[in-house]
């Protein structure tokens, strides 16, 4: 919805594709969150059914461990005692609270977590995002483009940290487009002054204050391990999560975790994919878990997909093993399809052990690049090596032809650059 109404901000400024203009748009924000509302109660209601045609018993209220066979779920109509010969615990994670900006228990307060930003009455004059990852960065570019003011303040010296420059710097180039401060280096200390102004202390010391209607605290997520009785269970600790072995069990016979809950990557994809391997090991069938080909993506403008090994990854790896790695990049100021997108900017990177061409990994950067992410998990899942990428016919004009040019420019022999 942000996307669309800045488009439309863009065409009226005569800032689009040239030849095309529009009125002044007008943001109806109840509307557009009774619309995205909509949505996520239909798919909530989709899987209700789903759940209802497959026979599955809904039982609804907050469940504690007994012990690991058998659980007490405490409703509106009391309590309920279940016993199993499988558990699955998928608790999931919730946003991490930070000690001197705690969230808001009622609507309309300053600090807000990501739930609450999706829940705002209207869109912040001035909103301050503290924290940024991929969370705080999508929130931020999205409530950028539906006209707030927005500064994002990293504690470390770049956004979104777990990328390596190459792909976050033409996502840094559009938040200055945008019009988005980004302060890095830069910790929050909490709110000060009968306004609430933002205090934060900068690298060398520095405090500054910061004017916000509204402060999003997105410092990451942590797993849900706590509330439902995990102290009536013997099982092992990976750190904040529940330590699993490849088939997402836990250290006591019969139950398992999946999803976030198990550690990361802290993902939905993830976790479907855990949930129905586990499904069919309990179901009787012989599965175990491989995470090589999870996709991750930043809904940033532009967006970033990676999946496999990083170059650094991969280097280090071939390192240890006294090999050497191959990296083709294409840029999209060179595909056709972006151009006709006006959004050139970003590349496709593939990444191959020099030895025998195999894929190790693949990222790109760019408008609409999300749809990529099957294509790059697919080739990294089937073992593919450069040449089966660049024997692989990629339609013209699309982004796509991206990820075939990267594989031509690994192995030697670049067509369009």
Known sequence: AADEYF??????????????????P???WSAVV???????????????????????????????????????????????????????????SEPVELPMLPFAREPGGKIISSE?????????????VVGGGYIGVELGTAFAKAGSKVTIVEATGSILPLYDLDLVKPVRARLDELGVEVLTDARAKGLAGDAGDLVIEGANGAERRLQADSVLVTVGRRPVTEGWGREELVVDMDGAFLRVDEQCRTTMRGVYAIGDVAG??????????????????????????????????????????????SPQEAKAEAQRSGGEIVIGQFPFQANGR???????DGFVRIVARASDHLVLGI????AGVAELSAAFSLAIEMGACLEDVAGTIHAHPTQG????????????HAIHI
């Open 7 to 24: 488009l439309l901000r863009e065409a009226a400024a005569s800032r689009a594709i040239p030849g095309i203009t529009a009125a002044e």
């Open 26 to 28: 007008h943001l109806d």
């Open 34 to 92: 009774g619309w995205k509302d909509g949505i996520v109660n239909r798919l909530n209601n989709g899987v209700t059914s789903l759940l209802k045609k497959a026979r599955v018993k809904i039982v609804e209220g907050r469940a504690r461990f007994v012990d690991g066979k058998t659980v007490d779920v405490t409703g509106e109509t009391g309590t309920q005692r279940i016993a199993a010969k499988s558990i699955v615990i998928a608790t999931g």
């Open 116 to 128: 609450g930003a999706l829940a705002l009455a209207s869109p912040p004059a001035q909103l301050v």
């Open 264 to 309: 990361e990557p802290m993902l939905a994809h993830k976790a479907m994919a855990e949930g129905e391997m586990v499904a069919e090991i309990i179901a009787g069938q012989r599965r175990r878990w491989d995470k090589r080909a999870i996709p991750a993506i930043c809904f940033t403008d532009p967006e970033i997909v990676s999946v496999g090994l």
């Open 338 to 344: 972006a151009m006709t997108l006006a959004r050139d």
């Open 363 to 366: 990222q790109a950067v760019g």
């Open 401 to 412: 032809e991206g990820f075939q040019e990267a594989a031509f420019k690994a192995l030697g």
